[in-house]
């Protein structure tokens, strides 16, 4: 008998499951996760027959690994609940992005979901679409509580709270057999790669990584910080001058996305590294091609970025603004820790 993946499954489960039902937290961290909901076959047939909602998507750049995932369920859990989908690709530049923005506005969408380009932003997207009153959905990248605030009952955040994505990579290293120290000096020296600086998903994977072992009383050293944008190109070519720099000095390599960690690998192999021997290497996200490095022993970790969980609910979010009902406003959604003993369920 074939057996179905996890991601199937989530899938699968959000498509036929009954009514939408979200798990809600007002604060701004990580709660209990958000379930995997979307619209019943019954709901979505009535939907259809009443007439289709129009949502229109924006995200930040279809060439996103993640985004990728994402926005494919989102969509089809969107169709599913028996609505017009228009899903729109911001390029990585704010000024399309806002450009999409207008143009959804003049349509008339009833819904607005946007991934946003920069985050530093979302206060001037909130004050676009504010006079329409159409209903925003703020999904992965998180815009301060302010934002949402000024735009109350018309706005929420669907996501994960990356602070625990961090906390998770420095478990990694911390349940390793030297717990980071490889060469046994009593200090953890690492390099870190990081996405876009003004994303706070890059910010706090960034501090909350390293602040989980300093909690832990372990001592560190970074030897330096490289901003790679989430390019596994990028993170390939500064890992390499790394390790030309550095040298065995390099125990740990911090990627705040799977892709950078990737890079990161090539770079690592092409030198002569061997992951779990004499460097470690941890990312998030938990894409296919990482998740099976994490099984062949080719990464330490990765944490798992629940894109069927967020896509759902952020569909259901969509859902009761498009009937008007009660929205909290944040919806969040766990991380989980891959490694190479629960790997092989994480495989898309």
Do not use: H
Request: one cysteine or more; aromatic letters at 8%; hydrophobic letters at 35%.
């Amino acid at each position: 008998m074939k057996m179905i993946s996890r991601r199937d499954f989530l899938k699968a489960s959000a498509v036929v499951g009954a009514a939408g039902v979200l798990t809600a937290c007002g604060g701004s961290s990580a709660s209990t996760a958000a379930s995997s909901t979307a619209a019943s076959a019954a709901a979505s047939s009535t939907a259809a027959a009443s007439g289709s909602a129009n949502i229109g998507v924006c995200i930040y750049q279809f060439a996103d690994n993640f985004m990728t995932l994402y926005r494919t369920d989102l969509e089809e859990y969107l169709k599913d609940m028996g609505y017009a989908v228009t899903i729109v690709d911001g390029k990585n530049d704010q000024n399309t992005q806002t450009e999409q923005i207008n143009t959804f506005l003049q349509q008339g969408v009833d819904v607005l979901v946007i991934n946003p380009v920069q985050t530093t932003s979302a206060q001037t997207i909130v004050d676009t679409i504010k006079p329409s009153e159409t209903p925003i959905v703020f999904i992965n990248r998180e815009p301060d509580k302010s934002v949402l605030d000024s735009y109350a009952d018309k706005c929420c955040y669907v996501g994960a709270d990356a602070r625990q994505s961090g906390t998770y990579q420095g478990e990694l290293i911390l349940e390793t057999e030297t717990q980071g120290d490889i060469n046994g000096d009593g200090k953890i020296t690492y390099i870190m790669c990081k996405g876009d600086p003004e994303n706070i998903d890059a910010q706090y994977r960034t501090e909350y990584s390293i602040k989980a072992l300093t909690d832990a009383g372990k001592e560190v050293e970074c030897l330096y910080e490289y901003l790679d944008n989430w390019d596994q190109t990028t993170a390939q070519q500064d890992v390499a001058n790394a390790l030309a720099q550095y040298g065995e000095k390099i125990e740990v390599v911090f990627c705040n996305n799977d892709a950078m960690a990737l890079g990161a690998l090539q770079s690592l192999q092409q030198a002569g590294r061997t992951v779990g021997k004499d460097v470690y290497l941890v990312g998030v996200d938990a894409l296919s091609e990482a998740v099976q490095n994490v099984v062949d022993g080719n990464m330490t970790g990765t944490v798992l970025n629940d894109d069927v969980g967020q896509a759902t609910a952020a569909a259901a979010a969509t859902k009761l603004y498009v009937e008007g009902s009660k929205v909290e406003q944040y919806y969040w959604v766990d991380y989980v820790k891959v490694t190479k003993e629960n790997a092989a369920q994480y495989i898309k």
